[in-house]
């Protein structure tokens, strides 16, 4: 079955650095990827989608990456703020299973 | 309207009780789905419903049922829940099935079984 572990359990920056969060798969590729925002006790809200064959997508302050052949995404939060303190969850589309898999989650928090 | 609204927020109950939790979206989404999470881990897919009809059920206990009363409203019906059951439960929808333009989550329910 489909396996997707998330670099860290937590990741601290400081103010105004980058965040990099890693999302690896494996025994699937899939089509399209997904990134989601959680903060405690509220659902996920959607923040990104790429594509397979799109190596880069940017929103804002945001940029993901997406790598087929080392089946790998990154999530960059540029200019960072403690606003951006949150769960970041990245999920694999299926499209044949016409369902998606979450990863456990990188919790950021960003120090003034 | 671009939201999932899910009630209630909160819910305690016995492990003899009957109780349903309600989402409710206006989005003309044709796709809803349940989810359970439990603190620290990722969402786990438990139903999903495409155009009113269950496509997916992920071998859920049968002591929760869902039902799709038309497009709009999704509901989760438990009974003789177990402690383990505690858990965030969230629902979500999207315009199609597969969800490749991503999910739309409500704010959960908070279920606690004593």
């Known amino acids: 079955s489909q396996k997707i572990e998330q670099n860290s359990e937590a990741l601290n920056i400081q103010e105004g650095k980058t965040a990099t969060l890693t999302c690896n798969y494996t025994?699937?590729?899939?089509?399209?990827l997904q990134w989601y925002r959680q903060d405690p006790g509220r659902g996920p809200v959607f923040l990104l989608l790429?594509?397979?064959?799109?190596k880069e997508k940017r929103k804002e302050r945001l940029k993901v990456t997406f790598d087929t052949t080392l089946k790998q995404s990154l999530f960059h939060i540029t200019a960072s703020q403690p606003a951006d303190s949150a769960t970041y969850l990245c999920?694999?589309?299926?499209?044949?299973?016409?369902?998606?898999?979450f990863g456990d989650g990188t919790t950021l928090t960003v120090k003034p | 309207d671009t939201e999932v609204t899910q009630t209630p927020k909160h819910l305690v109950m016995g492990m003899t009780n009957k109780k349903s939790l309600k989402c409710e979206q206006h989005m003309g989404h044709r796709a809803m789905y349940w989810y359970k999470q439990k603190a620290k881990k990722p969402p786990e897919l438990m139903f999903v419903?495409?155009?009113?009809?269950?496509?997916i059920n992920e071998s859920v206990p049968s002591r929760f049922s869902p039902e799709c009363p038309n497009s709009s409203l999704l509901n989760l019906h438990l009974h003789a829940l177990q402690p383990e059951d505690s858990a965030l439960y969230l629902c979500?929808?999207?315009?199609?099935?597969?969800?490749?333009?991503?999910?739309?989550f409500g704010s959960g329910t908070r279920l606690t079984v004593v």
């Open positions: 419903y495409s155009y009113e009809k269950l496509s």
């Open positions: 979500a929808s999207s315009p199609r099935g597969q969800g490749i333009r991503g999910y739309t």
């Open positions: 790429i594509r397979e064959n799109e």
């Open positions: 025994n699937y590729s899939p089509a399209y």
């Open positions: 999920a694999l589309v299926n499209t044949n299973a016409g369902k998606s898999t």
